[in-house]
């Protein structure tokens, strides 16, 4: 990456109390995971951005790398790798090998949230760095979405209205600006696909979407 933005903050980000003192708990607890805000996740030159809502306490924030280590990322990746967003093999480790293509991923907030629910506080402190991470990547024509908080916060960054532009599953948002489409999906929890919400079919759907716009180069 050539741009000079903060995408990613610094390790011992101070701005959430509540995070950081869960963070710091983690790392009196668990002295050997990651429990620090998350960078994003590159590929080269990506042209579609994933952003999810936060790191999973046993996945991102134990490995450091978005997605990896909980069921999410089994679902994620296995699709991504399907679609030729991704390649390798996903091992759930950031030592993997795994790489992206044509892609990124994000997570609108970047530290580990108690029971996996930001405030709106928290999630608006960390908007700068989904935007800067925006800004570095203008070469970005399609943004998915995993659930509602990360579709909100992105349109919030944008100055865009949520009302215009409603989530729902499988929804295509032609965001008027930047060039930029949004798609949505229910994000790819456990407990989204125990619940039936959201089965690898639907999210397998997302991704042929997005490949529609976005054909493999
Ligand atoms: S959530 Fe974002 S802004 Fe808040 S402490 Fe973590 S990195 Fe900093």
Not at 86 to 115: F, H, S, W
Not at 119 to 133: F, H
Not at 144 to 172: C, E, M, S, V, Y
Request: include cysteine.
């Amino acid at each position: 990456m050539t741009s000079t933005l903060v995408t990613d903050p610094p390790l011992d980000c101070p701005v959430c109390t509540r995070l950081v003192e869960f963070r710091e708990g983690l790392q009196r607890d668990f002295p050997d995971w990651f429990n620090a805000p998350v960078p994003s996740f590159l590929g080269e030159n990506p042209r579609l951005l994933v952003i999810g809502l936060a790191p999973g306490m046993r996945g991102a924030n134990r490995t450091g790398r978005p997605f990896t280590g909980d069921y999410a990322g089994d679902l994620l990746y296995e699709t991504m790798v399907e679609f030729g967003f991704a390649k390798g093999q996903y091992q759930a480790r950031p030592d993997d090998g795994l790489t992206l293509t044509d892609a990124m991923i994000t997570n609108a907030v970047r530290c580990l949230p108690p029971e996996n629910k930001p405030t709106g506080p928290e999630i608006k402190a960390c908007r700068p760095y989904l935007m800067a991470t925006l800004d570095a990547n203008p070469q970005v024509r399609a943004v998915l979405a995993l659930g509602r908080i990360a579709h909100d916060t992105f349109l919030t960054a944008l100055n865009l209205r949520k009302a215009q532009f409603p989530f729902a599953h499988g929804a295509r948002h032609d965001l008027g600006t930047r060039n930029l489409l949004m798609f949505d999906s229910y994000h790819c929890s456990r407990y989204n696909t125990n619940t039936g919400r959201l089965t690898p079919e639907m999210f397998k759907s997302v991704f042929t979407s997005i490949r529609i716009d976005l054909p493999r180069v």
